[in-house]
Structure formats: structure tokens, C-alpha cells
């Protein structure tokens, strides 16, 4: 069996997985906000997330906490908790979104 390959993952041109990885268990994608702007409202779900941030400024909100994060900082969430990222900078916020279901 050969590996499968998507192109149609947000922010990612070609993304493989090998044969036996469990694409239900773990996901990732790259988004990018602008000035002001978040992808989606604050939300919950099953898993642990994690926030890794290429470039611009961004406001992490987990339960009653936020955390400022920039270039090259990451959070790490319980999905179950209230989360999100919104950009709190003057230029586009660009980061990794990782999901381990």
C-alpha cells in the first residue's frame, strides 16, 4: 500500500502520510489573520491543541488565561477548556495549528 497524499489541507501545498499513521489522531494545518481578525470564535473540543507562531503578534485564550505569543512561541491547550487565537499586531499573524485527537 502506498502513502496517501493531500493537497487540500489549509495552508499546506503537498502534506504526504505514510502508510500506518492515523490521520484521526493528529492534525495539522497553517492559518494565516489578519490585523485585528481571528479564524473562528473561541470554541471547545475533544484532544490537545497546539499554537505555534511563524510571525506576527497573537492572544492565545485559554479559560480565564491569555498568553501573548510571537516568532518562534508556542501554546499548548486542553481543547475541552474555552480556546482560540485572535491578532493583537499591526501586520498578518501566521501559525501552525496542531491537534492530537
Do not use: W
Not at 1 to 21: P, S
Not at 53 to 73: A, D, I, K, M
Not at 76 to 97: E, F, K, M, S, W
Amino acid at each position: 500500500m502506498a502513502e496517501t497524499v493531500r493537497t487540500d489541507i489549509k495552508g499546506i501545498d503537498r502534506f504526504i502520510f505514510e502508510v500506518g499513521a492515523n490521520r484521526e489522531q493528529l492534525h495539522l494545518h497553517i492559518s494565516e489573520v489578519a490585523p485585528g481578525q481571528r479564524a473562528h470564535p473561541p470554541h471547545t473540543h475533544n484532544g490537545q491543541e497546539i499554537f505555534y507562531v511563524f510571525s506576527g503578534e497573537g492572544e492565545v485564550l485559554c479559560g480565564e488565561q491569555t498568553h501573548r505569543v510571537c516568532h518562534n512561541e508556542a501554546v499548548h491547550v486542553d481543547c475541552q477548556v474555552l480556546h482560540g487565537i485572535q491578532n493583537v499586531g499591526d501586520t498578518p499573524l501566521r501559525y501552525a495549528v496542531i491537534i492530537a485527537r
